[in-house]
């Protein structure tokens, strides 16, 4: 080193530091360590960050560069990625009635999809349209159900009757309105169809097989129009 070489100690950049007796700004070290899935950033300035890794992408502890954001598989619709405390990756199905795109990174990133009521199930076609769909005859499910196979098989009514479903869900077997008659498996009262009425002094009789006609009442009765059963057939005097 001759006469002219001056030999100053220099500051080292921003968030670095170094032991006494180093020889060049390398052995300056960077303080803090950026932790699991960001890397260290050293701007123009020499200002040190620790910057998150892209999406779908994680890193080791330490990582100084972004290339040490390793990519990791992308999840498919309706699915969230998520990264356990040890950094292992699964694809999380949405929480129910909720639906996601491709490759969302967070269980918020869900999109809420309208709940069904009572009797209905919800349906999302290839398009992830969303819809709430009657169970099949003779099934109900509870409210909020996401699929078909959540309406349960209930008792099918036999004939003359038809199903009654309450605001609990509770189902049972109602008789047809007078003068109406249904076949078996009826779910509604619309389907018990009216019939014929009889006249004065007949009652209605209704067969096995569910033939009615109107029969004359025993010798010293009589009847109103309308009458549906001989027990209305009254004695005269």
Do not use: F, I, W
Not at 48 to 65: A, E, F, K, Q
Not at 179 to 184: E, P, V
């Amino acid at each position: 080193m001759d006469e002219h070489d001056n030999v100053t100690g220099v500051e080292c950049p921003a968030n670095t530091l170094s032991d006494a007796g180093s020889t060049d700004v390398s052995q300056c070290l960077a303080v803090a360590e950026c932790g699991k899935n960001k890397y260290r950033n050293l701007d123009e300035h020499d200002n040190v960050t620790g910057v998150d890794c892209p999406v779908n992408t994680l890193s080791d502890t330490g990582s100084t560069d972004v290339s040490q954001c390793l990519a990791e598989a992308e999840c498919g619709k309706n699915k969230y990625r998520n990264v356990d405390e040890h950094d292992n990756v699964t694809s999380v199905e949405c929480p129910v009635n909720t639906l996601s795109d491709a490759g969302s990174t967070d269980v918020s990133q869900y999109l809420v999809g309208a709940e069904c009521g009572k009797n209905k199930y919800r349906n999302v076609d290839e398009y992830d349209n969303v819809t709430c769909v009657d169970c099949p005859v003779n099934t109900l499910p509870d409210g909020g159900s996401t699929d078909v196979s959540q309406c349960l098989a209930v008792a099918e009514c036999e004939k003359n009757k038809y199903r009654n479903v309450d605001e609990d869900n509770n189902v049972t077997s109602v008789e047809c309105p007078v003068n109406t008659l249904s076949d078996a498996g009826s779910t509604e009262v619309s389907q018990c169809l009216a019939v014929a009425m009889c006249e004065k002094n007949k009652y209605r009789n209704v067969d096995e097989d569910n033939n009615v006609t109107c029969v004359e009442c025993p010798t010293n009765m009589l009847s109103d129009a309308v009458s549906n059963d001989v027990s209305q057939c009254l004695a005269v005097a």
